[in-house]
């Protein structure tokens, strides 16, 4: 049975009568609706992430002010794209159920959109957070080549452990961990299905 098509948590299917995903989304009374993520893990999704734009700051600070006050502003506004263009497609829109309480915010500020698939408007808008990542690690680099520091060296490890350990860790392990529909994600379902594939499990395409 194709997992993308329907919902496999014993709670929310009857034994003959599977759940279609779409429904499942829109029923208020689903358990991934009522769900109510607690704050502290709220917190443990956005800190990291607030931490790694202040080092990046730091780090591209060294190379130019203007450059760091920008890629705070960038970075920020990436966050406001993914409430515009992520969120309103995602069925924890306007509930408590979202680990990072983004799609709360989305609600208060977009309109819900059903005429595309979660799926497509990740993959088609999720780059545009990646130069919160990359930028900062690209110049830390570049100062490290051309005028070590120790300062910059902590910088770099800081910024890297926050940035392609910690939040990642956390993201799979705790915030995406424990959500129903994980394998219809495009971040989780890739990882889901690496695991699998590790395991000698066929996965359908
Ligand atoms: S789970 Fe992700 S896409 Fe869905 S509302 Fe929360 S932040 Fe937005």
């Known amino acids: 049975m194709p997992t993308s ?7 929310v ?8 995903l779409k429904d499942y989304f829109n029923d208020p009374e689903s358990a991934c609706h009522k769900k109510r993520i607690p704050l502290w893990l709220v917190l443990l999704d956005n800190l990291p992430t607030l931490v790694l734009i202040i080092l990046g700051a730091l780090i591209i600070f060294r190379l130019s002010t203007i450059g ?25 829109y306007g509930t408590f159920s979202c ?15 059903e005429d595309k698939s979660f799926r497509k408007v990740f993959k088609q808008n999720i780059g545009v957070v990646f130069p919160t ?9 570049y100062l490290l080549l051309t005028g070590y ?9 800081t910024f890297s452990l926050t940035g392609f350990i910690i939040i990642p860790l956390i ?7 424990n959500c129903d529909i994980k394998e219809d994600c495009p971040w989780m379902k890739k990882k889901t299905d690496q695991l699998k594939k590790g395991q000698g499990i066929e996965v359908p395409v």
């Open 5 to 11: 098509n329907y919902i496999s948590n014993e709670n």
């Open 13 to 20: 299917r009857t034994k003959n009568e599977p759940i279609q």
């Open 68 to 92: 760091a006050v920008g890629y705070v502003i960038y970075s920020l506004l990436s966050i406001a794209w993914f409430w515009a263009k992520i969120c309103p497609f995602c069925h924890h």
């Open 99 to 113: 680990p990072c309480g983004y799609g709360i915010i989305s609600a208060r500020l977009f309109k819900k959109r």
């Open 133 to 141: 990542w990359f930028v900062p690690f690209i110049i830390a680099i």
């Open 149 to 157: 520091t120790r300062e910059v060296l902590i910088l770099t490890i």
């Open 171 to 177: 993201s799979r392990f705790v915030g995406c961990k």
